[in-house]
């Protein structure tokens, strides 16, 4: 299982930090660098920061995000949304992330997977898979792109594996119907994604209790939990998350 690793996400729209359900309705939470601050003085092990407009209003990541988030912490920094090249990855590298994302440009282009790998190096980067439940798939979960948007018909956790072999270093799968509910993660989806590769994955989408952590590593196999509501909303803080797996026999970083 190795030590565990909490990471609060900062999904980003129009320079504020936001958070919806679903993938909709999203609502403020607060301002990027103050947040990411805060977090790193709780205890958080990474950050992701997530430009969650960026490949649906079909531009870049806003790189002056990044700075400013990467200018105020010295835990690693995972950035997503509108990478679609090598030279975004770049920019994005340069800018002051340590790690980058990809889902969409991924999904339309695997071999950018594989480039990245080779020239990044595999342990900086993550493919994000979004999913919603469908029967039809072979794993009852469909890959969905376009922050949420478009379904494309194809099995989410064969893409995983896919991604594995392409030289992907982390999956990060989200699952639609469990997003900003705090109802749980969906242990389903993860655990698919986790039986199915042998890369660290990230649980995401839908904590709101402490014993949903637990959860997410037992019996979702994850190594790394993220989460968002609860963080922005203080519903409660990540030194509470560390003590309360600690208690649970479950190993994380002070």
């Not at 609502?27 to 490949?55: C, H, Q, R, S, W």
């Not at 999913?131 to 922050?147: C, D, H, I, Q, T």
């Not at 199915?196 to 637990?214: C, I, W």
């Not at 190594?223 to 026999?249: D, N, P, T």
Request: glycine fraction near 10%.
């Amino acid at each position: 299982m190795g030590t565990i690793k909490i990471m609060p996400c900062l999904d980003m729209k129009e320079g504020r930090v936001v958070k919806g359900v679903n993938f909709i309705n999203l609502k403020d939470a607060g301002d990027p660098v103050e947040n990411a601050a805060f977090y790193e003085k709780e205890g958080a092990d990474e950050l992701a920061m997530l430009d969650i407009a960026a490949t649906v209003e079909n531009r870049k990541t806003r790189l002056e995000w990044i700075r400013n988030v990467s200018s105020v912490i010295h835990i690693p920094l995972t950035v997503g949304g509108g990478i679609s090249t090598l030279k975004d990855i770049e920019l994005v590298l340069e800018a002051g992330a340590n790690k980058f994302s990809m889902n969409s440009a991924a999904v339309r282009n695997p071999e950018l997977v594989k480039q990245a790998a080779k020239r990044f190096g595999k342990e900086r980067g993550t493919v994000a898979i979004d999913a919603r439940r469908n029967k039809a798939m072979p794993s009852g979960f469909e890959l969905v792109v376009s922050g949420g948007t478009k379904p494309v018909g194809q099995d989410a956790v064969a893409w995983a594996k896919q991604c594995q072999e392409l030289g992907a270093g982390v999956i990060l799968p989200t699952s639609m119907d469990g997003d900003g509910t705090q109802a749980g993660y969906d242990l389903e989806f993860t655990k698919a994604i986790s039986d199915a590769v042998d890369l660290p994955v990230v649980a995401s989408g839908g904590a709101g209790k402490l014993e949903h952590f637990y959860a997410a590593v037992v019996q979702g196999g994850a190594q790394v939990l993220l989460a968002a509501s609860v963080f922005h909303y203080r519903l409660f803080g990540i030194k509470q998350v560390k003590e309360y797996l600690r208690q649970k026999g479950i190993q994380v970083n002070p």
